[in-house]
């Protein structure tokens, strides 16, 4: 016999915040009620919620959530909404289950704070905090290049490294960079601006830059890497899942005295001609295993740009594993 329903009421003391709290057309209570199969009901500067005790419950804290972030003067964005929901309500055979995960972790830079918005970005920054090489997997619009540079950041505000090393494998470049126009630098740039675009969303601009010049910062494709120790730096290698087992070999063997290393792909979306191996793979099933190193998979259900970017993912991984089952 199912319980009886129970109602939550809310009451909030800033009418003036109520309409991003709620959202443009009452978007923010639509997606609460989908969640968490409940009925909200806005009323003035009350809000009740109406459903299961433990869902009223949980969408009390969302709300709650979102509320204490605009009193703070912080503006709540769609992708923040979804992400404080999917934080609420890991969802497993249907059922509410609470998080294992510290819900106290985040990374602190110079422009914002960044919370996680899954249990994966969550099992990322824990990963970070604690190890001195992480290997994130997954998808793309999952955060791993973005936690990754707001992590080097973090490191490099505090002291403790010393420069921040940013890398890409340059294979869609190969044979076609010298058909673009302009110098190496031109070439490259447009290759690499993921990196740039996390880099200036957590630091303000001209730092950037005055950083990129004297060299503590520095943004380059992997082959400058050869030959190098990279001590006191915090070192990313980006779309690692198009460097073949000898660059990644090279790459992973650079990491000098008090480093850290973050090393993010995409197994799915390799560039890579179809008889080379990622090095990415070759990597993660033979270091995996080794003390201070921590490997941390996102799915699709952890994308966390526009809602349909993950439906998108899950469509292309649906075919791919029908084309399997089929012997395609």
Known sequence: MDSKPETINMQFGNNALLPMLFGQDDKNLEKLE????????????????????????????????????????????????????????????????????????????????????????????????????????????????????????????TNRVDRIILSRPAVEAGEKLGFLPGDLKEKIDPYLRPLYDALFDTIPTERVLRHIENGEIEIAPLAFMRGRTLANACVILDEAQNTTPTQMKMFLTRLGENS??????????????????????????????????????????????????AKIVQAYDEWEKKKRNNGA
């Open 34 to 157: 989908k969640s968490f199969s409940i009925v909200a009901t806005s009323r003035g500067n009350m809000l009740s919620l109406t459903g299961s005790q433990q869902a009223v419950q949980k969408a009390q804290e969302v709300m709650q959530a979102l509320y204490s972030k605009l009193e703070e003067g912080h503006e709540i964005s769609t992708s923040e909404v979804d992400g404080v929901i999917r934080m609420a309500l890991p969802q497993k055979n249907g059922k509410l289950q609470r998080t294992s995960v510290n819900p106290d972790v985040f990374i602190k830079t110079q422009k914002k704070t960044i919370h996680p918005y899954s249990q994966a970005q969550a099992e990322y920054m824990e990963a970070l905090h604690k190890h001195d090489m992480v290997f994130a997997l997954g998808p793309a619009g999952t955060g791993k290049t973005y936690i990754a540079v707001a992590y080097a950041v973090s490191l490099f505000l």
């Open 260 to 309: 850290r290393m973050i090393i993010t792909g995409d197994l799915s979306q390799t560039d890579l001609p179809k008889d080379v191996k990622s090095g990415l793979q070759d990597a993660v099933k033979k270091v995996h295993h080794i003390d201070g190193i921590k490997c941390v998979r996102f799915s699709d259900g952890d994308v966390v740009r526009h809602s349909l970017a």
